[in-house]
């Protein structure tokens, strides 16, 4: 039996909310953070991705957001984990497109 931790890949969403007039500024401060992707964007609520290789790396992520000035919330919606070698073949997952 192994005791190697193999590597994990990190998938979260979550939904930062701002006001209406201050969306564009939220916006720009999140492209600027390396690993987070933003989805989509209405009236002051904002769905991003965020990438990383740990839980800790994540809330440490989505706890930046939260302090970013003009953002009232930031709140984890859904998290996911697989280790990097579950399932590869050559080096790809066979059931990505």
Partial sequence: MSTRN???FHVSSAVVLTSPAKA?????ALSEIPNVEVHAADRGKIIIVIEGRSSGEMGAT???ISG???VMAAN???EHAENLEEGLING???DAA
């Fill in 6 to 8: 193999p590597e994990r």
């Fill in 24 to 28: 564009n500024g939220v916006l720009a």
């Fill in 62 to 64: 989505l706890a930046a």
């Fill in 68 to 70: 970013l000035p003009d």
């Fill in 76 to 78: 984890m919606v859904f």
């Fill in 92 to 94: 790809h997952r066979p």
